[in-house]
């Protein structure tokens, strides 16, 4: 026997496609309005941290981070009304970023001198990662995701090796330079090396002696090529994952998108995806 739903079951089904759902017209101006107000939520954090703009527009930076404060407040109810496991989103990762960035308006408001932590706000940040992934066209970042995580044994015995040098140099350079010429000691001189070898080179320190010189332009030069290294670790699991991975971009029959990966019909002509038949962006 089927079974009915009650009004409140299909209002919170309605609200769970908007919120969750991005393949429909709703769901995707939800996804804009909610990249739309953390922008402006995180533009707002920073133009009143500068004491100019904070004096004049204090009471408008308020009232603002308010208005927006109490739309998230929404939006975090609608979230745990609307799941069906509602533990699982308040206890999840992004549950705790919403959250954490609700507290710090509500706490100034019973806890005098606690605005300081209005920089938390600057969380909902993390909350574009999970908006990047449900839009349909920037759903290759799973694409990233896998490559890093592939990638990541290389580049910690990448670091190490790095940290390994940065220590051999920075000690050959406390021998040959001395704390006479700034490098006072063998920490000092390994801070030195790492900022050489970044390029950053904030110029507190500088080598005097020919021979620290020439070691110096060596660490420049094998900077340049540490730079380098990381980013093409990834690319290759990148461009690895590409190949192996049977990518289904655009249906052959009506060249729509399809951003599902593992889908086996077309969603809009119903067509049958076949191996090889299926375009593949690259």
Not at 139 to 158: R, T, Y
Request: charged share 15%; proline share 3%.
């Amino acid at each position: 026997m089927k079974q009915i739903k009650t009004k409140y079951e299909i209002l919170r089904q309605k609200i769970y496609i908007i919120i969750y759902g991005s393949n429909t017209f709703a769901g995707k101006t939800f996804d804009l309005l909610l990249l739309g107000v953390i922008l402006l939520s995180v533009l707002l954090i920073m133009m009143a941290s500068v004491v100019r703009y904070d004096q004049h527009y204090h009471d408008f930076f308020v009232i603002s981070e308010w208005i927006i404060t109490i739309f998230f407040s929404i939006e975090y109810i609608l979230r745990i009304i609307s799941n069906k496991k509602p533990l699982n989103y308040i206890f999840s990762f992004y549950g705790f970023v919403d959250l954490l960035s609700l507290l710090p308006m509500y706490l100034s408001f019973f806890i005098p001198g606690s605005e300081v932590l209005g920089v938390i706000r600057s969380l909902r940040l993390l909350r574009l990662f999970a908006i990047l992934d449900l839009i349909p066209f920037l759903n290759q970042s799973s694409h990233i995701k896998d490559s890093l995580k592939a990638s990541m044994n290389k580049i910690i015995v990448f670091v190490y090796f790095i940290l390994v040098m940065s220590v051999i140099l920075g000690t050959i350079m406390f021998m040959v330079e001395g704390r006479h010429n700034g490098f006072t000691n063998i920490p000092n001189s390994i801070y030195w090396c790492i900022v050489t070898m970044t390029t950053v080179g904030y110029g507190d320190i500088a080598p005097i002696t020919p021979v620290g010189k020439a070691i110096a332009s060596f660490i420049m030069i094998m900077g340049y090529g540490i730079i380098a290294v990381p980013t093409g670790i990834v690319t290759a699991e990148f461009a690895k994952n590409r190949k192996k991975t049977n990518v289904k971009n655009h249906c052959p029959n009506c060249k729509t998108f399809i951003y599902n990966e593992y889908a086996n019909f077309c969603y809009n002509c119903g067509e049958k995806f076949v191996v090889g038949e299926v375009e593949i962006d690259e």
